[in-house]
Nanobody, 120 residues
Framework: QVQLVESGGGLVQPGGSLRLSCAASGIIFSIYTMDWYRQAPGKQRELVATITSGGRTNYADSVKGRFTISRDNAKNTVYLQMNSLKPDDTAVYYC??????????????WGQGTQVTVSS
């Protein structure tokens, strides 16, 4: 069974930094696109950043220049480095990945979410 486990959330002051991690585990044949989403209270879940298996990245306009997505394929892990954090970045952050388990077809998996709170 494939699982995604996130870590790295917490409370940070405006202007500060956090690094989120999301590790995939299970009998994995291949991991394709990996993404970070976030959902603030009362708002819809939004895509924050995407990284393909080849390392191509894309970002929401609201985080360009502040956030960096990366991945370590040997560790089946995706990261989100968040700098210059603002109160508007406060949300639950979720990782999502398209994963093909051994003997299966590619499916989308979600992590459990990690809370990021930006406040003084």
């Amino acid at each position: 069974q494939v699982q995604l486990v996130e870590s790295g959330g917490g409370l940070v002051q405006p202007g500060g930094s956090l690094r989120l991690s999301c590790a995939a585990s299970g009998i994995i044949f291949s991991i394709y696109t990996m993404d970070w989403y976030r959902q603030a209270p009362g708002k819809q879940r939004e895509l924050v950043a995407t990284i393909t298996s080849g390392g191509r990245t894309n970002y929401a306009d609201s985080v360009k220049g502040r956030f960096t997505i990366s991945r370590d394929n040997a560790k089946n892990t995706v990261y989100l480095q968040m700098n210059s954090l603002k109160p508007d970045d406060t949300a639950v952050y979720y990782c999502n990945a398209e994963i093909q388990a051994t003997g299966g077809v590619p499916l989308a998996y979600w992590g459990q979410g990690t809370q990021v709170t930006v406040s003084s």
